[in-house]
């Protein structure tokens, strides 16, 4: 997949093109993006992603606690395995927000032959929103493309959707929100060394460097996978501020103990994938009983990775 990050450097054919944030490539925007891919490849046209970064919430809403579901790299990394040709990452910003949907196709037009714009159910563009279906679709008819629209992607009635999948995670339904992703919930970050609090009781951990406004579950204990270098390891994740200890530090830690393991990671790149919720964080009222509570929970996650 060729990715750019400026309009200007772009001079494509034939092309099919969605437009969309993306955070996440769940479900929905998997099945919009391989309907593209097959539909533009049996046209002999190029599958083409447009999407931004920030995030536009960040730009329009000042939004600031931590929300993303994927990193840039990871979601060019999703889109890239649906069989993408090009992906266009552009900077969302106030300029960018302030564009008229026929400006922007405008703009578009220039550096590509637009044959198909294929969105999702309720999508639109443009200053305000205002470039909704109806107005892309007569937009089109000037210009010389074609809007298709894709069906929601639903469970149970429940549209799949990124805000969706938030509310699951910030609520610890990891199992749940894996349907809609179409695949386990997972945070890659560098492993940085920590207070060493974890080695003196037996059950050593490696602290995870959270990425900025990457969305952690809730507080709590994880039964989870923890890929190193290729390897799967089980592993138990806890999220949270660590109260047994009393420490003044008021930041969310992700801290993972990896079964059966023994070796120097520090500085490594490692990816966690939450399977389970196993229980809310405890203030204990001693080390002995956190240390006899984590034996249960190593218990726990053996029976369910098993």
């Not at 703009?107 to 714009?117: D, G, N, S, V």
């Not at 937009?139 to 938030?166: C, F, N, P, Q």
């Not at 609090?197 to 996978?225: E, S």
Request: hydrophobic share 40%.
């Amino acid at each position: 997949m060729q990715h750019s990050t400026q309009l200007t450097d772009l001079h494509l054919g034939k092309t099919w093109l969605t437009i969309g944030s993306f955070d996440g490539v769940h479900k929905g925007h998997q099945e919009l993006i391989r309907r593209l891919v097959t539909k533009a490849h049996a046209n002999g046209s190029q599958a083409s992603v447009l999407t931004f970064h920030p995030h536009p919430a960040i730009v329009l809403r000042g939004k600031s606690d931590p929300f993303y579901l994927t990193s840039l790299d990871e979601k060019l990394e999703l889109i890239e395995s649906l069989g993408v040709d090009h992906c266009i990452t552009m900077e969302f910003n106030l300029t960018i927000a302030s564009y008229t949907a026929q400006y922007f196709i405008q703009l578009l037009t220039q550096h590509m032959i637009l044959e198909k714009l294929m969105v999702g159910q309720g999508f639109a563009l443009g200053r305000g929103r205002t470039g909704d279906i109806a107005t892309l679709t007569r937009i089109g008819e000037m210009v010389g493309y074609e809007v298709e629209v894709i069906d929601h992607v639903e469970k149970e009635g429940v549209v799949t959707s990124s805000s969706y999948i938030r509310k699951l995670i910030s609520n610890g339904e990891v199992d749940a929100a894996k349907f809609y992703l179409g695949r386990e919930y997972s945070i890659t970050g560098i492993i940085s060394h920590g207070d060493g609090r974890g080695r003196t009781i037996g059950f050593p951990t490696a602290n995870i460097a959270i990425p900025q406004l990457r969305l952690l579950p809730k507080a709590g204990v994880y039964a989870c996978m923890t890929l190193i270098n290729g390897r799967s390891f089980p592993s138990v994740a806890n999220i949270g501020f660590r109260p047994t200890f009393n420490l003044p530090d008021p930041a969310l830690h992700l801290e993972v103990h990896i079964l059966d393991f023994d070796e120097d990671i520090y500085g490594q790149l490692v990816n966690v994938e939450f399977i389970k919720y196993l229980r809310g964080e405890i203030k204990f009222s001693s080390v002995d009983q956190l240390v006899e509570q984590i034996q249960k929970d190593v218990i726990t996650a053996r029976e369910i990775l098993r």
